[in-house]
Each structure stands twice: as structure tokens, then as C-alpha cells.
């Protein structure tokens, strides 16, 4: 059982907790920060189970906050967009036992969204484990909702649903959901590593990669569906594009990073077990008839690294070429640990064409990176500041590609600012609470390269004669100017 998913599930004692931290806040309710604090704020929008409220005229525009969305259940799984007007999507998942019905949450806000009343959401699925967002080229949400396959028919593993909405988003009734596929294995990593296995083409089509463990039946699986792919699960296709042997054994990709050309061509960032055991972080194209797994081609890039510890993301420029971050656990005999970026602008399947940077952060920066690029092709990135500081941010203006880039970063939001918005005092023979802030970032750009983040956070408690634990988790949304 995930050790996060085991501490404090008492209903009970959690709305004690609540109580006593005062965290029933009615909707629009806000809480600024002490004299000498960051200039964000907290808001904690209600769940709408539907309406379209006509919003107010906008105000001045904010350009900087910062949101939590619910303080009861906890959330998790945050996944942040930002479409061509500026509106602001979000996507993120509750956090809680099986018979609790864990649910995907959907908002949206089109302007002033420092104001909660301009932020709309809707619940959507049962058993929800995680969620990942994407909006097609028109703006549209399409959700990837992946569900315990425990709580819909006992059985094991996750399900994979396809939910897309086309207009007036914040109301339930214009979503439609369907299964796209059911694996039988259980990604054990689901609620706490960084999850991108999702992506739509640049036709807006949906598509995914998932491992498998159906007897007579395992491996890793490209789905793909091109027509009605939220209506009709018999749209959906899947092609085997992990290796196997003789006996069956299959190929298993660790975190895989899916992505799309102007050309509709997929492109693949995974750490692959292999056949013969070993592992190592590999980029793959397919170019044509992807539904062949011979036409899935691969380059072994770099070394994974040791433990839990590790990250990474891909992201294509407007030509296609692959950019990626990539955080790599320890090395035997020292080092590792630390923040990369890699480019490759031609023959990518040739690993010597790939160039390797290092940015000097201090081993422990970096971790859960998440990888975005300007329209000229800027890489801008968000991360986990080590030692539980919260939040930073990395970018490149100049020379990003070319050897010699003037790369800058800063931190972007404390975990202090966490403790002071939401508060939630130590248990019985604990002396210390606290927030750490900044993992599994989500972010995403507005038209003019201002950074989106969406972002998980634990609450965290120790001292006194107690062990050191966790009691609440959630999902939290931050936006800033580019610096």
C-alpha cells in the first residue's frame, strides 16, 4: 500500500484536523499573506456540479497568485493548460480510500482568476487515481482519467478513461467519457511520480502508452483512437511497441514521456527495462504505420541512475526536434542526483547527436521536472527545490541550443508560503507541521511565455514522540510573470 495513501484515512479524524485548522473556508474565500510574505494568495473555488455563470467585467488583470481548490478531500495529481486566449485549465485528482469514490476535478477560469468567483469546475469519473490534461488546438480540455480497476470490478490494475468536452466546460453534462483501455498491471508509482503518457497529435487525437500484465497478453501498448474516441470504446486501437522474447517476457517503460509532431509522428522519452535486464533512458520515433511495432525505432541515451529519485520530459520545438530534462538518480561511486537538459536538432536515433548540459544546481535541485518551450522555441522548466524549499523555476532566453546558454533560476514559491495560506496544526504528541511544495510540477505557457503551474504538495508532521508523517496532500495552482 503507497505509504502516503496509508496515513490518517479516519474520515473522522480528518474533519477534525479541518476543524481545528479552520480550513472550511465558504467559496471566494481568501487568505493574504503576512506583511513581508510572496505576493500570492490562496482561494479555495467550490466544486460545481454545473452552471456557466456569466462572469463579471474583468478587473485589472492579475498576474500573479496562487490557489489551493479544495481543503477536504485531499488532492493529488495536479496537470495545468493554458489556452491561446489565456484561459486557465486545470486538472487534478482527490486523493482517498477506494469507498471514499475519488474523483477527477476539472476547472477553468478565463480571466481575473486571482478571483475565485471566475474559477468553474466539475467532477468527473469514480475511483480516480490520477488525471492528465490537454487541449486540443482549438482550446478544447480532453482528460486522460486513470482509475482503480480494484474499485470498479475487483479487479487489479488501472483503467484508462478518455473524457473530452467541447464548449461551456464547466458544466458535466457537455463532457462524455469512455474506457480506451484496461491494463491488468498497477502502475505502483501512479500517485507519486510525474505522469506524461498522454498527449494528443497536432490534429488533436488521443493517444497514450501504458505497460500491461493480462496473461498471454503483457507488454507496453501505444493506444490510439482517431474518430468518437470519447463516445465509442471500439475506436480505440492498440500496438504492442515493447520488445518480447520467445517465452513471453516483455519490455517494461518506466515513466513514459509521449509527444507529437506538426506531422502527427509520436515521439517517446522512457526509462526501458530490457530483455536482458538492463535499463537506460531511451528515445524512440516511429515516422509511419506506427501501428507496426517494427517501425518504432529506439537510441539509449543515458544512464537512469539509482532509487526512486528520478524524473524527466520531452518537449518538441515547431520543427519537431526533441528537447529534454532530465533528473538522474545516484551513480555508484558517487555523483549523480543532479539536473540535465538534451537537444538533438537532426538524425535523432544517432546518440551522438544529442548535446548534454549541466546547469551547476546543487545536487537535490531538480527533482519531478517539467518541461515547457516558448514559440520560439525557449526551454523553460519547472522543479522541486531540494531540502523541502518549494517550488523553483529555470529558464534560457540566448543561446539555449547552441552551446554557451544563458540560463537563470530562481525560486518561485516557498513551501512557507504553503504553512501560512493553509494551516493545519501538528497531531497529538507531534511539535512540528509543515508544507513542502513543488512536487510533480505541470507547466504550461500563455501566448506570451507567462508560466502556468499546477503542482502537488505534502503536509508533513514530526518532533515530540511521534513519527514522522504525513496527513494531507493537495493540489495547488500558481501563475507568475516571466521573470
Not at 483503467?159 to 491488468?184: D, G, I, K, R
Not at 504492442?240 to 517476457?249: H, M, N, V
Request: aromatic share 12%; charged share 15%.
Amino acid at each position: 500500500m503507497n505509504l502516503w495513501l496509508s496515513t490518517f484515512r479516519n474520515v473522522t479524524w480528518l474533519l477534525f484536523l479541518a476543524v481545528a485548522a479552520g480550513l472550511f473556508f465558504p467559496p471566494g474565500a481568501a487568505a493574504e499573506n503576512p506583511p513581508g510574505g510572496q505576493n500570492f494568495k490562496v482561494y479555495l473555488p467550490a466544486v460545481t456540479k454545473g452552471g456557466d455563470a456569466t462572469n463579471p467585467p474583468p478587473p485589472v488583470e492579475v498576474t500573479k497568485g496562487g490557489l489551493f481548490f479544495k481543503s477536504n478531500p485531499k488532492t493529488n495529481s495536479a496537470s495545468a493548460a493554458v489556452d491561446a486566449n489565456g484561459g486557465m485549465h486545470f486538472a487534478f485528482a482527490d486523493f482517498g480510500p477506494l469507498n471514499s469514490h475519488p474523483q477527477a476535478n476539472y476547472f477553468y477560469c478565463a480571466t481575473g482568476c486571482d478571483n475565485p468567483a471566475n474559477w468553474h469546475g466539475v467532477l468527473l469519473g469514480d475511483y480516480v487515481d490520477e488525471v492528465q490534461l490537454a487541449l486540443t488546438p482549438a482550446g478544447q480540455p480532453r482528460l486522460l482519467i486513470t482509475t482503480s480497476r480494484v474499485g470498479e470490478s475487483g479487479s487489479y490494475g488501472n483503467s484508462f478513461h478518455y473524457a473530452a468536452c467541447n464548449q461551456n466546460c464547466t458544466n458535466p453534462a457537455n463532457w462524455s467519457m469512455t474506457l480506451a483501455a484496461a491494463s491488468a498491471k498497477t502502475d505502483t508509482g501512479i500517485f507519486d511520480q510525474p505522469q506524461h503518457y498522454f498527449a494528443l497529435d497536432a490534429l488533436g487525437r488521443p493517444r497514450l502508452v501504458y505497460n500491461d500484465e493480462w496473461p498471454n497478453d503483457s507488454g507496453v501498448y501505444y493506444a490510439a483512437c482517431d474518430t468518437a474516441c470519447n463516445t465509442n470504446p471500439a475506436n480505440w486501437s492498440k500496438t504492442k511497441i515493447g520488445l518480447e522474447d520467445q517465452w513471453s517476457t516483455s519490455e517494461t517503460f518506466e515513466m513514459p514521456v509521449l509527444k507529437f509532431n506538426s506531422q502527427n509522428q509520436p515521439r517517446l522519452l522512457a526509462n526501458i527495462t530490457t530483455l536482458d535486464n538492463t535499463s537506460g533512458l531511451y528515445y524512440l520515433e516511429c515516422n509511419a504505420n506506427c501501428a507496426s511495432l517494427a517501425n518504432w525505432q529506439r537510441v539509449r541515451l543515458l544512464d537512469r541512475g539509482n532509487g526512486p529519485d528520478v524524473g524527466w520530459d520531452m518537449e518538441l520545438d515547431a520543427a519537431g526536434r526533441p528537447r529534454m530534462i532530465f533528473y538522474q538518480g545516484s551513480l555508484d561511486g558517487g555523483g549523480g542526483n543532479s539536473l540535465q537538459y538534451a537537444w538533438c536538432n537532426g538524425s535523432c536515433l544517432t546518440d551522438s547527436n544529442w548535446t548534454l548540459t549541466h546547469f551547476g544546481l546543487p545536487q537535490g535541485d531538480g527533482l519531478y521536472p517539467d518541461l515547457a518551450l516558448t514559440g520560439a522555441g525557449q526551454p523553460r522548466i519547472a522543479y522541486k527545490l531540494s531540502g523541502g524549499a518549494g517550488l523553483g523555476y529555470l529558464w534560457c532566453n540566448v543561446n539555449c541550443h547552441a552551446g554557451g546558454g544563458q540560463w537563470s533560476a530562481q525560486p518561485v514559491e516557498a513551501s512557507s508560503v504553503l504553512d501560512n495560506d493553509f494551516p493545519i496544526p501538528p497531531p497529538n504528541f507531534c511539535t512540528n507541521a509543515y508544507w513542502i511544495g513543488g512536487y510533480r510540477p505541470s507547466l504550461a505557457l500563455d501566448s506570451q511565455g507567462n508560466p502556468r503551474i499546477g503542482y502537488d504538495a505534502l503536509h508533513l508532521f514530526g518532533g515530540g514522540t511521534c513519527a514522522t508523517g504525513s496527513d494531507f496532500r493537495a493540489a495547488r495552482y500558481t501563475f507568475f510573470p516571466q521573470p
